[in-house]
Nanobody, 122 residues
């Protein structure tokens, strides 16, 4: 079993910064990639950023220029540094972890955390 736990959500004012963390634990042969998503009230879940096993990162439009994804040396924890936060960044932020099913990581299974709430006041 694999557990994914996010943390770091809080209520902050517009313009401030937050760093979210996500740690995967359990039986993990390897991790293909880790990603951050968010879901605002009444909206669909959207991809923000991802980082793969060799450190390659990609960002979607809502995250470009203000958010930075990184990971620790173990590769099992990923961070999302969020700067210059805006009220429209208010959402539940989710972490998705693509866990390798084989040693070659030819196939993987995605595990989700339960999310952490970020609220930005104006």
């Amino acid at each position: 079993q694999v557990q994914v736990v996010e943390s770091g959500g809080a209520l902050v004012q517009a313009g401030e910064s937050l760093r979210l963390s996500c740690t995967a634990s359990g039986t993990i042969p390897g991790i293909h990639a880790m990603s951050w998503y968010r879901q605002a009230p009444g909206k669909q879940r959207e991809l923000l950023a991802g980082i793969n096993s060799v450190g390659y990162t990609n960002y979607q439009a809502p995250a470009k220029g203000r958010f930075i994804i990184s990971r620790d040396n173990t590769g099992n924890t990923v961070y999302l540094q969020m700067n210059s936060l805006k009220p429209e960044d208010t959402a539940v932020y989710y972490c998705a972890v693509d866990v390798c099913l084989t040693s070659s990581c030819g196939t993987f299974e995605t595990y989700w955390g339960k999310g952490t709430l970020v609220t930005i006041s104006s």
